[in-house]
């Protein structure tokens, strides 16, 4: 088991190793749950420096936590019963772990703030989690191929965002 620090910078590498240890660590939850937690408070520094204020940063993190929770659900439903792989066999708090610490390069979020450069940067750091996330499927849900991994992922994002739109816990919420 690698440390915190240790699994953090696996996490921003894209190292499978990483992922398959958080797989299987269940104490590693909790440890996901602060990345989450960490990756929406460094991605609201432009919500607080422009609309929203200490309210809006508060309801995104409330937000981050309860997507991370039903992003996890959904992944899981899609990857192992609709389309599993021959090697597939996981739990939601595999997918919990592996998808919470995908987050990890949200913390180049803060990076927002540098002048010029900063205009990139939630672009980089976008591509940077999604590409995150098809590493963090593919070890949690034992795929042999990363090309199921996106499709379970674009299929989770689409059911996610319809779950999120009718039930209205998307909309955001300004004090």
Known sequence: MASFQRRLIGAVRLDSAIYED??????????????????????SVSWYFGVGGT????????????AWVVGA????????????GKKTEADIGQLLRTVGFA??????????????????????????????????????????????AIIVCLLSWVVSAVVFML????TVWVR
């Open 167 to 170: 039930t209205g816990l998307g």
């Open 22 to 43: 958080v797989e299987h660590d269940a104490s590693a939850t909790t440890q996901a749950a602060a990345v989450v937690i960490v990756a929406s408070l460094t991605t």
């Open 103 to 148: 987050q990890t390069p949200s913390v180049f979020g803060l990076l927002v703030v540098v002048p010029v450069a900063g205009v990139f940067v939630p672009f980089v750091v976008s591509l940077w989690v999604i590409a995150a996330t098809f590493v963090a499927v593919r070890q949690a849900l034992d795929y042999d191929d990363t090309f199921r």
């Open 73 to 84: 659900v959904v992944l899981w439903l899609v990857g192992t019963r609709i389309l599993p």
């Open 55 to 66: 309210s809006m940063i508060l309801w995104g993190t409330l937000q981050a936590l309860l």
